[in-house]
C-alpha cells in the first residue's frame, strides 16, 4: 500500500492535552504547499484533528470486527468455542450458546474451531472512518469509534489500510494520549515517532513509558517541548542523558492558548513556526534516511 | 438446592468477596446434604469477560442459586439467561456460613 518514498511520521506523547493535534496538524499545514500529505487522526476515541484542518468531508465507511454468529440448528453444543475463547466473549448456557459482541477481539479462534460448522463469522459495527480534503489540499481521515465500544486497534488498523497512498510523500498519523494497544498500533509502520511532552513530571513520567515502546519497537524519535517555561527540568536532564534530542520548544503562552482554543494552529500564530516545522521535516527525512537514531 | 457463593478464601470461614467475577474462590453448597466443594476462579486475573467465566462456572456446576456482592452487566445477563437466581448479601454478612445461614433464613435479597 505504502509506497517506498512515503515517509511515516506518527506523533505521540503518553500524557494527554500536550499538544499532540496541535504539532501534527501544524506540521501538516507547513508541508501542504511542498508535499502530498495525508492526515490520519488515530485518536479514535476522542479524533479532534478536524477542527483544525477543516476538511470538506467526502466518503465514510463503516469499521467493522467480525464476530460470531451461532446458527443453532447446526451447533452441537459441544463447547469448544467457549473453550478457546480467551476474552470470554461466548458462555454456552443451557441449550445456547451466547455471544458478548463488546468482549469478541474478533480472532476467529470459535469459528476455527467448531467441527460442525455452526458459526458464521458476521460484521459488527463499531465506528466509522471518514475521509476529505483540506483546503489546503491535505488528505485528512479519521476514525470515530462508536461510544461505549471498548476496541479501539480494529479501527486504528482499518483506518491505516483504507486510503490510497500512492501519490502521497507523507504520512502524518495523530496518536492517542497513553502508552498503551492503540498507541503501538498507530506506531507499527511509521519510519519516526515525533514525541510531545510538557516540562513537568507528569509529561516525563508518560514519555518515559512511550520511549520504552519506541526502543521496542526499534522506531527512532525526536521531543518536541511544548508549553516550555512552566514545571521543571527533569525533562531536558533525561532527554539529555539519553541522547535523545529535543527537536524543537514551544513556548508557554497564552497567545497560542487563545489561539488552539479558536480553532487555529500554530502557523495561525506566527508565520515562523512555518518554516520551523519545514525545517523539522527535512530534520526528520535526514534521520531516517541515515537510518540513525535522532 | 445449590449454592455458589463467592469467597476470598478456600473454606466455609473466609470473608465473602464482593466482586463476582473477579473473586477469588467460589464455595458450592448443596443445602440438602450440607456438602461443601471449594472452585478456583480461574478468571480472577482475566483481562476481561471475568464476569461471563464466572457465570460459566456456575452454569457447569448446576447451580440454582448465587450469592455476592454484585453482578455486572454480562454476568448477570448470562446468569439470567441460564436461569439462576442471583442474590446480594447485606452488610452483615461477612463469612460464606453467614451468608449460607441468611440464604436459609430468607434474609437475602435477590438481584436484577
Redesign the interface.
Known amino acids: 500500500m505504502e509506497n517506498a518514498k512515503v515517509l511515516c511520521i506518527t506523533v505521540a506523547s503518553g500524557k494527554g492535552g500536550t499538544g499532540k493535534t496541535t504539532v501534527a496538524t501544524s506540521l501538516a499545514l507547513s508541508l501542504a504547499s511542498q508535499e502530498n500529505v495525508l492526515f490520519l487522526d488515530c485518536d479514535v476515541e476522542a479524533p479532534y484533528g478536524h477542527l483544525f484542518l477543516k476538511p470538506q468531508v467526502e466518503v465514510e465507511k463503516k469499521a467493522v470486527i467480525l464476530i460470531p454468529h451461532i446458527d443453532m440448528e447446526k451447533c452441537i453444543l459441544c463447547g469448544k468455542c467457549?473453550e478457546v475463547c480467551q476474552?470470554?466473549?461466548l458462555?454456552?448456557?443451557?441449550k445456547?450458546i451466547?455471544v458478548?459482541p463488546q468482549?469478541c477481539h474478533g480472532c476467529g479462534s470459535c469459528a476455527w474451531h467448531c467441527s460442525s460448522k455452526a458459526i458464521k463469522e458476521i460484521h459488527n459495527p463499531i465506528g466509522i472512518l471518514e475521509a476529505g480534503l483540506t483546503q489546503e489540499g491535505i488528505r485528512f481521515a479519521h476514525g470515530v469509534l462508536t461510544i461505549s465500544e471498548?476496541l479501539t486497534t480494529p479501527i486504528i488498523r482499518q483506518l491505516k489500510k483504507w486510503q490510497n497512498a500512492e501519490t502521497v510523500s507523507v504520512i502524518i498519523r495523530d496518536a492517542p494520549p497513553g502508552a498503551s494497544c492503540s498507541v503501538v498500533e498507530t506506531l507499527r509502520g511509521a519510519d519516526f515517532a515525533l514525541l510531545i511532552t510538557e516540562p513537568t513530571p507528569f509529561g516525563l513520567h508518560d514519555l518515559k513509558q512511550v520511549i520504552g515502546i519506541l526502543q521496542d519497537m526499534k522506531i527512532p524519535g525526536g521531543v518536541i517541548v511544548n508549553r516550555d517555561g512552566i514545571g521543571d527540568s527533569q525533562v531536558d536532564q533525561f532527554l539529555l542523558q539519553n541522547h535523545i534530542p529535543i527537536m524543537m520548544r514551544i513556548p508557554y503562552s497564552t497567545k497560542i492558548a487563545s489561539a488552539i482554543s479558536s480553532g487555529n494552529t500554530l502557523l495561525d500564530v506566527s508565520s515562523s513556526y512555518g518554516l520551523e516545522f519545514q525545517a523539522l521535516f527535512q530534520r526528520i527525512k535526514k534521520c531516517v534516511m541515515e537510518k540513525e537514531a535522532c | 438446592m445449590i449454592l455458589i457463593i463467592s469467597s476470598q478464601g478456600a473454606d466455609i470461614n473466609s470473608l465473602v468477596d464482593p466482586r463476582f467475577g473477579r473473586s477469588q474462590f467460589f464455595i458450592k453448597v448443596d443445602t440438602d446434604t450440607n456438602h461443601c466443594e471449594v472452585i478456583t476462579n480461574s478468571g480472577v486475573n482475566q483481562r476481561g469477560g471475568a464476569g461471563i467465566g464466572a457465570a460459566q462456572i456456575a452454569v457447569d456446576n448446576k447451580a440454582e442459586v448465587v450469592i455476592s456482592g454484585n453482578f455486572g452487566p454480562n454476568a448477570s445477563s448470562a446468569l439470567k439467561a441460564a436461569g439462576i437466581t442471583m442474590m446480594t448479601f447485606g452488610q452483615e454478612t461477612s463469612t460464606v456460613q453467614d451468608a449460607i445461614d441468611h440464604y436459609k433464613q430468607g434474609k437475602l435479597n435477590s438481584f436484577g
Do not use: R, T
Open positions: 467457549v476474552f470470554h466473549a458462555a454456552e448456557i443451557g445456547s451466547m458478548f468482549l471498548p
